[in-house]
């Protein structure tokens, strides 16, 4: 199995930026397909962005494409999801998840099998 922990959170204005890392252990194959996901207060956990094992392929949810970007370093076990133009809608718990796949994209958290415990990221207006 594998670990996941996200660590990158935090408050910031809107118009601001965060990068989110998510560092991997345990069985860190490069053969991980990766993404991001976050959950507000009252709301269900949502989709943002995700990244195939190659790093090739990217999916995003139409509130963020444009503004954040995910990427992945397997040398590094690491995945980054960089955000620019936050805005105070983007509050919420974001969650880094990882499942078995190669060239494959996945959106749904009913696809991935690993998960992190949540960072914070808070954005003020």
Do not use: H
């Not at 620019?84 to 958290?109: F, H, M, Q, W």
């Amino acid at each position: 199995q594998v670990q996941l922990v996200e660590s990158g959170g935090g408050v910031v204005q809107a118009g601001g930026s965060l990068r989110l890392s998510c560092a991997a252990s345990g069985r860190t194959l490069s053969v991980w397909a990766k993404g991001w996901f976050r959950q507000a207060p009252g709301k269900e956990r949502e989709f943002v962005a995700s990244i195939d094992a190659t790093g090739g392929n990217t999916a995003y949810a139409d509130s963020v494409r444009g503004r954040f970007t995910i990427s992945r370093d397997n040398a590094k076990s690491t995945m980054w999801l960089q955000m620019n133009s936050l805005k105070p809608e983007d509050t919420a718990v974001y969650y880094c998840a990882a499942r078995v796949g190669y060239y494959a994209i996945y959106t749904a958290p009913a696809d991935f099998n690993a998960w992190g415990q949540g960072t914070q990221v808070t954005v003020s207006s």
